[in-house]
């Protein structure tokens, strides 16, 4: 009987501290964040056997910024600023938490894109990483990886 409540008590305090780091990274993913390095891996790039690997680190000037914004009610917006400082190809989306695990759902380029990020905080803001078909191939081979840094809001 004692093992019993003690692996009951063990199994309710896993799923208090589960359930604590879902709500922590929810309410840490509330802000602005803007792109600040992406890698993308694309090993079957329009069906060929050629790996296709676009990188950046936006610190030479970039045409255009990535940054985004996730609210509390499980919306977010992500938009391009360019030199000039205007703000284009806006999209909307909805997200959520599951774990460690940011889901997005948004329409872009006419495509709806529906993936999933293990999210990991960094110094400045996060790291995310996914698998998902970005080079829209038919395959959900492309490996992309993202970091991020914390913006004011606008």
Known sequence: MKVVKFLVIILFGILIVSCKKE?????????????????????TANKTDSLSVYEDEF??????IAQS????????????????GVKDSKSN??????????????????????????VTKAEEGFIAKSVYDWDDDGEFDDTLIMKTKRIKSE
């Open 93 to 118: 989306g909805t997200w959520s938490v599951n774990k460690d695990t940011l889901h997005i759902e948004y329409f872009y380029l006419g495509r709806n894109v529906k993936v999933n990020y293990i």
């Open 59 to 64: 610190d030479n000037n970039p045409d255009r």
């Open 69 to 84: 914004k996730y609210n509390a009610d499980g919306t977010f917006s992500a938009w391009f600023i360019n030199k000039q």
């Open 23 to 43: 709500k922590m990274l929810q309410d840490f993913m509330v802000d602005s964040w803007q792109t600040t390095y992406l890698k993308i891996e694309m090993p």
